[in-house]
C-alpha cells in the first residue's frame, strides 16, 4: 500500500483584493484559501474569495457521500487572520447551508475570550454585510487557541502554529502527517537582508513551503511598510531552511498572468522546485 495522499490545493492564490480579468484568467484573481488533504480528512486555511468555488465542491461531494449511504466527515476551517482578502468569501461557503454538515473554525490571532465567533460576528454585521452568522443552517463550533499552540483537529494531524509580522498579528501554520509536513507562512513581512529566525526555524525540512510573495526585491523599497514579502525573500528562507518545494503565493491584484510566467522563470531558476500559485493548482508532498 502506498503512502497516504498529502497535498495542497490553491483555491485563491491572490492577495489583498480579488482581480478577475483576461489578464489574470490563468492563475486566477480569487484571494487566499488553501485545502490540505490529510489522507480522509481535509483541512481549509483561509477564507478569501477562493473558498467560494472550494464549498460548492464540497457540498457536490457531500451529496455523493449520502446517496452511497457513506458519513460526512467535518470541516475544519482556519484562519491566519481576518483581513478582507482572507475573510470575504466566508459568508458563501456552501457547506454552512447543509444542517447535515459541522465545520469547525479555528483562529488565534485575536485576543480576548470568544475571539473567533467574535470575528465572524463582527465581519457579518451590518452595515457591511445584510445578515448574519445566524443564517446558516450547519452546525458551526468555534475555536480559539493562542500562538504557539500545537493543535490536534482530526486524528493523526498536528498544527503547529507561529505568529507572523503582519499588521493586525496573523498566524503561520505547519500541517504535519505521516511524517510529512505543509508550511502555510502568509500574510508577513521582512527585514531586507535580515531573515526571520522564528520562519526559518518554523519551516525547517518543511516538504512544501506556501510563502507570502507579494513583491519582488526590486518593489519592496515602496512597500517595506505593507506586511508583506517578496518571492525572492521565500527562496533565501527555502534555501536556508531545507524547505524540499516552495509556492509563490498571496500575489498583487495587479500581477498579470504573464507578470507571473516572468516570475516563475526567475524563481526556477533561483530555486528548481518551486511553483507559482494559481487556482486549482495541487501540490503533493
Ligand atoms: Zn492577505
Ligand atoms: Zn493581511
Known amino acids: 500500500m502506498g503512502k497516504p495522499a498529502f497535498q495542497a490545493k490553491l483555491w485563491g492564490a491572490r492577495g489583498t483584493l480579488a482581480s478577475d480579468s483576461k489578464s489574470t484568467v490563468r492563475y486566477g484573481g ?11 480528512e481535509r483541512l ?13 465542491h ?5 451529496k455523493k457521500l449520502d446517496r452511497s449511504g457513506a ?18 468569501g466566508l459568508p458563501f461557503f456552501a457547506p454552512f447551508f447543509d444542517p447535515k454538515t459541522t465545520v469547525n473554525i479555528w483562529s488565534g490571532h485575536l485576543s480576548g475570550p470568544n475571539k473567533t465567533q467574535r470575528m465572524i460576528d463582527n465581519y457579518m454585521c451590518p452595515p457591511y454585510f445584510p445578515v448574519g452568522p445566524e443564517v446558516f443552517s450547519a452546525s458551526v463550533t468555534y475555536h480559539d487557541f493562542e500562538v504557539h499552540d500545537i493543535l490536534k483537529p482530526v486524528k493523526d494531524v498536528v498544527v503547529k502554529t507561529l505568529p507572523l509580522n503582519h499588521h493586525d498579528e496573523c498566524v503561520g501554520y505547519r500541517i504535519e502527517f505521516d511524517g510529512r509536513s505543509i508550511s502555510y507562512i502568509t500574510d508577513t513581512t521582512h527585514i531586507p537582508g535580515k531573515m526571520d529566525q522564528g520562519i526559518v526555524e518554523f519551516v ?10 507579494t513583491y519582488t526585491d526590486a518593489e519592496f523599497p515602496t512597500f517595506w511598510n505593507f506586511g508583506h514579502s517578496t ?11 531545507g524547505v524540499k518545494r516552495y509556492c509563490v503565493f498571496h500575489h498583487r491584484p495587479s500581477r498579470t ?4 510566467d516572468k516570475i ?20 503533493k508532498v
Not at 30 to 39: F, L, Q, R, S
Open 30 to 40: 480569487n484571494t487566499a484559501c488553501v485545502e490540505i488533504t490529510c489522507g480522509s
Open 44 to 56: 481549509l486555511f483561509d477564507a478569501g474569495s477562493g473558498l467560494r468555488a472550494a464549498g460548492d
Open 58 to 62: 464540497m457540498a457536490r461531494e457531500a
Open 71 to 88: 458519513p460526512r466527515k467535518n470541516l475544519n476551517l482556519f484562519f491566519t487572520h481576518c483581513h478582507y482578502d482572507h475573510i470575504s
Open 204 to 213: 525547517e525540512g518543511t516538504d512544501l513551503m506556501i510563502y507570502d510573495a
Open 231 to 241: 518571492w525572492e525573500e521565500g527562496v533565501r528562507i527555502s534555501k536556508a531552511a
Open 257 to 260: 498572468d504573464k507578470d507571473l
Open 264 to 283: 516563475d522563470e526567475q524563481c526556477k531558476r533561483a530555486f528548481k522546485r518551486s511553483w507559482i500559485g494559481r487556482e486549482g493548482l495541487v501540490i
